[in-house]
Nanobody
Framework: QVQLLESGGGLVQPGGSLRLSCAAS????????MGWYRQAPGKQRELVTT???????NYADSVKGRFTISRDNAENAVHLQMNSLKPEDAGVYYC?????????????????WGQGTQVTVSS
């Protein structure tokens, strides 16, 4: 079983910055894609950004140029640096990790979600 632990949410003024982190632990053979999603009240969960094991990134148009995703493969961790935050960036941010778990001879894929961390952007 793979667990994700998120940290770094909070309250910030418009134009401010926050850094989110997510660490994966458990029986992990490999991690393929790590990413962040967010969900605002009354809205569906949406993709914010992803990063592959090779470092390829993908961003929602709304956050391009302001958010930066990075990963630490040695620590099975992913980070999200959020700059120039806007009120519309507020919501619960969820870490998502896709990878392989199990043993060398019996492996299966996993798709794990973090518990979510609240980001509030308000003056």
């Amino acid at each position: 079983q793979v667990q994700l632990l998120e940290s770094g949410g909070g309250l910030v003024q418009p134009g401010g910055s926050l850094r989110l982190s997510c660490a994966a632990s458990g029986s992990i053979l490999s991690i393929n894609v790590m990413g962040w999603y967010r969900q605002a009240p009354g809205k569906q969960r949406e993709l914010v950004t992803t990063i592959t094991s090779g470092g390829m990134t993908n961003y929602a148009d709304s956050v391009k140029g302001r958010f930066t995703i990075s990963r630490d493969n040695a620590e099975n961790a992913v980070h999200l640096q959020m700059n120039s935050l806007k009120p519309e960036d507020a919501g619960v941010y969820y870490c998502n990790v896709l990878g392989t778990t199990g043993t060398t001879y019996m492996r299966r894929g996993f798709n794990s979600w973090g518990q979510g961390t609240q980001v509030t952007v308000s003056s």
